[in-house]
């Protein structure tokens, strides 16, 4: 593939490189199914958990890893265990009463986004769905919120936005630190990893093996049509696809193969067609590659999604910092042109609720996307791909051409005339710039040409749309 190196964005905390080896699917609705979500370019992501109590980051503290973004704050337990006992009570003081996902789907469908992929359980093991394996979930009489007509926040989210025509993505982390069956209490954690060797206690990770393959029938048969499965904890895999060239893979020591294909086939069987994502290990059911915080340099040629967060961090932090409009818009400006869908992470707080910080920017996008969106959806990477402040999208059938101009600093500055190549082989019959009504005038010369700036304010990045003959 054309993978050759990724540029991190600032907030970048875990390391999750394009495993290489990518394996197209053989299903056609599969297929079609990876087709029309790179058509769709832009998703909503959103971490959701107890864990948003304390505004911290999601799971890792529960994590024994010497890393400087999960450290443990003393007020929340004086040793690892009391501090995970107070975490896991934190079950019994959620109760997100302002909880209202038709308010996330109408802001999200205005601001151009087209699919959601939701935390229906992270690696705390604390489900946000209503599993019969394990009383550790929201809809539990543990927790507060069970009372609530809306207490399976699963269901409510994807009924919701399924409704407003979105595709559902149920994101499911495949470890599991709150199970017996994962972290035997027998042992202490030790890392992320499971902390028994499943080869010696093979009764015990065949419990395991069950206890998820459960939880994703039900989150595959209950919850009506799901179209992509998520599946994140790539260190639960075969120990024979460890790569060893990537640090994280490394810690990797015993056996964690969950068998995919049984998980995978009974998620078909449940919902044909869908998209499975086991990130980071190649093979049959890593649908599309998924770097996280981060935006590859150059294009790929496989079905690729930057999953990035609008503050600095994926779960709710107070008073977390909100990437300008101008730089979400660069950031998705430059996935399409790469050939890259982008999942932005916005975090619901304790209370159920987005900051007002996050709609802000949403209702900011959605008056450029209503301008733009023509060269934005269903439209697909094309050479020079971006050279200067220009960057390029094509329409499906070829025939139009999308050129995104952007300027560096706070504020967008548009130029005087705009000067780029055109993509060999195409012959120009109509020039526009969006949101410009008038008549633009423009010249070509060899293979380049120059438009001359329309008076008109244009905000986050200007885009010219070329049309053939």
């Not at 992929?117 to 979930?137: L, N, R």
């Not at 927790?143 to 989210?157: G, L, Q, Y």
């Not at 802000?360 to 733009?372: F, I, T, Y």
Request: overall charge negative; aromatic content about 16%.
């Amino acid at each position: 593939m054309l993978f050759t190196s990724i540029c991190y964005l600032s907030g970048y905390s875990q390391a999750h490189n394009v495993s290489s080896g990518y394996q197209k699917p053989s299903d056609p609705q599969v297929i079609a199914n990876l087709e029309t979500w790179q058509d769709m370019k832009f998703g909503l992501f959103m971490h959701w958990g107890t864990y948003s109590q304390w505004g911290i980051v999601e799971s890792w503290s529960l994590c024994p890893e010497d890393e400087g973004w999960t450290q443990r704050k003393p007020e929340h337990g004086e040793s690892y265990y009391d501090y995970v006992k107070n975490y896991e009570n934190l079950q019994k003081t959620f109760n997100p009463t302002d909880f209202d996902p038709q308010k996330w789907s109408n802001a999200a469908k205005a601001a151009g986004m087209k699919y959601v992929v939701f935390t229906t359980k992270h690696h705390d093991g604390f489900a946000m769905f209503d599993t019969q394996e394990s009383d550790y979930k929201i809809t539990s009489a543990n927790t507060p919120f069970s009372t609530n007509p809306k207490a399976d926040v699963t269901k409510e989210i994807f009924n919701t936005f399924r409704n407003d025509g979105f595709k559902i993505g149920a994101y499911f982390s495949k470890p599991d630190w709150h199970t017996e069956y994962y972290w035997w209490p027998y042992f202490p954690p030790k890392d992320r990893n499971v902390n028994y060797d499943p080869t010696k206690y093979p009764e015990r990770w065949g419990k395991y093996k069950d206890f998820t393959y459960n939880q994703l029938n039900e989150l595959t048969s209950n919850y009506g049509k799901v179209d992509i499965l998520w599946l994140d904890g790539g260190w639960v895999r075969p120990f024979k696809t460890i790569d060893p060239t990537v640090e994280w893979q490394r810690t990797i020591k015993v056996e964690q193969d969950i068998d995919m294909d049984r998980i995978g086939k009974m998620a078909r069987q449940n919902q044909p067609g869908i998209i499975v994502v086991d990130r980071t290990v190649p093979g049959e059911w890593e649908n599309y590659v998924t770097p996280e915080q981060a935006v590859p340099e150059h294009p790929l040629d496989i079905p690729w999604e930057s999953c990035i967060t609008m503050g600095n961090s994926f779960s709710y932090i107070p008073d977390d910092q909100y990437k300008p409009t101008k730089t979400i818009v660069e950031t998705l400006v430059k996935i399409i042109s790469r050939g890259g869908n982008y999942l932005l992470n916005i975090a619901p707080g304790p209370n159920g609720d987005f900051d007002q910080a996050a709609y802000d920017r949403l209702e900011e996008l959605a008056s450029w996307m209503n301008v733009n969106e023509s060269a934005v959806f269903a439209t697909r990477a094309i050479a020079p791909y971006h050279e200067g402040d220009y960057y390029y999208t094509r329409s499906k059938d070829n025939k139009v051409i999308n050129i995104f101009h952007l300027s560096e600093g706070d504020t967008y500055q548009k130029p005087s005339s705009f000067e780029f190549t055109v993509p060999a082989g195409f012959d120009i019959k109509d020039v526009r710039v969006l949101g410009y009504s008038g008549k633009i005038k423009w010249s070509k010369k060899q293979d380049k040409v120059t438009i001359q700036s329309p008076k008109t304010d244009l905000a986050y990045a200007s885009v010219i749309q070329l049309k053939s003959k």
